[in-house]
């Protein structure tokens, strides 16, 4: 009997990051995949990003609608009561071994509660890091107590998985899932990207990712107001926006980034770059400017600069190429100056991305492969001893 393994996925960019785990999966002959695909890539708001999913082959076992047309705190809420009918109804028609997932949104919260009910073990990925800004830390730190095993991206999430309380052996640091796309894809030149996204590379190039900080009360529009100030304050500046997810207040921004393409014929907006052309667009803007957290994990192995706005990834291990700074005009301003400047090519040059080196499916596949699931769910707590780090 094969073991039968569940992905869920909700999202373009966390799709990206499962790629090559699922063609591990679906390549393996000890292993049966089963996916599950729901939230945004349901959404022709969002792209319908699940046609790039078959696109690559895979196929779609199951989709769940769960989006509602409302990114309010009661529309997700009533999201996440939507995700855990249909994923219940999913997991008792499918009859997974184990179910995988990776992140801290509000789907997989609700697949993390739909698997626990239904008694199959959780496989979790990315666990153990801190987001200080956002609604995200504290699912996250839930689905890691719903969850069995555990495939963390350094050595300190690791750490702090353990310091919640889940068995050491069980807890394994397998590095970033992103940095293995930016090893295995095979990147577009110049020439090609231009091509694929309409639009010529200026002088210097920014690439601008920013989602709401779910903690903070009506701060978006505020928020996104005072980058796109910044950003004309900058001279020979041409401006490649990705629009925001589906979190509250989402909307706001992706209507001001409308607005803005309108009126700046330096600027084009996507609402999915997709991973190649993502990645590839790494390869030659000047910056990435936002607080999504590829600017932390991914961006660094280019050697290139990422401002770093507000608390949405305060908490994150961070490399030297990257500049925080708060979300007011002054400090958006003065840190894309830095970005810009020739001295802090220096510091570029000598970046190190602390979240490995790019084999995560490599370490996770056996694991999902030998891991012993019989008595997995009888979950014991794992007390530190005094004086453990």
């Not at 609604?135 to 310091?163: C, G, P, W």
């Not at 950003?231 to 992706?254: E, Y």
């Amino acid at each position: 009997m094969r073991r039968k393994i569940c992905v869920i996925t909700g999202t373009r960019a966390e799709y990206g990051l499962l790629y090559w785990l699922l063609k591990a999966i679906k390549e393996d002959i000890d292993l049966e995949l089963q996916l599950v695909v729901t939230g945004m890539h349901l959404s022709p708001e969002f792209g319908l990003t699940y046609k790039n999913i078959e696109k690559d082959g895979f196929i779609i076992d199951k989709k769940i609608e769960i989006l509602l047309s409302s990114d309010s705190a009661t529309g997700i809420s009533k999201s996440m009561g939507l995700g855990m009918i249909g994923f219940a109804e999913a997991l008792a028609e499918l009859q997974p071994d184990l179910v995988v997932m990776l992140g801290d949104r509000f789907e997989i919260f609700s697949m993390a509660a739909a698997a626990m009910i239904s008694r199959i073990p959780v496989a979790h990925l990315h666990g153990g890091e801190a987001t200080e800004g956002l609604i995200d830390e504290a699912i996250r730190h839930s689905v890691t107590k719903m969850s069995h095993l555990h495939f963390t991206a350094t050595e300190e999430y690791k750490n702090r998985v353990i310091q919640l309380g889940e068995q050491p052996g069980r807890v394994f640091n397998v590095g970033a899932m992103g940095i293995e796309n930016i090893n295995k894809l095979a990147l577009l030149d110049k020439e090609a990207f231009e091509k694929s996204i309409t639009f010529k590379l200026g002088v210097r190039n920014a690439l601008v990712t920013f989602h709401p900080v779910t903690l903070e009360k009506s701060s978006a529009e505020i928020q996104f107001k005072t980058l796109l100030e910044a950003l004309d304050s900058i001279t020979d500046l041409n401006i490649i926006f990705t629009k925001a997810n589906a979190d509250t207040d989402g909307r706001v921004i992706n209507e001001m980034i409308d607005e803005y393409v309108k009126h700046h014929k330096n600027s084009i907006a996507f609402s999915s770059l997709g991973q190649l052309r993502y990645l590839s667009a790494l390869q030659y803007v000047d910056v990435v400017i936002g607080n999504s957290s590829s600017g932390i994990i991914e961006v660094p192995s280019f050697k290139k600069a990422t401002v770093n706005i507000g608390d949405r990834q305060k908490g994150r291990s961070k490399a030297a190429s990257i500049i925080d700074c708060t979300p007011d005009l002054l400090s958006v301003r003065a840190a894309l100056e830095q970005a810009l400047s020739e001295e802090f090519k220096e510091v570029l040059a000598g970046t190190i991305n602390p979240y490995g080196t790019g084999n995560a499916s490599e370490k996770i596949l056996p694991v999902l492969k030998s891991a012993d699931l019989d008595n997995i769910l009888k979950k014991e707590f794992y007390d530190l001893k005094h004086g453990d780090k």
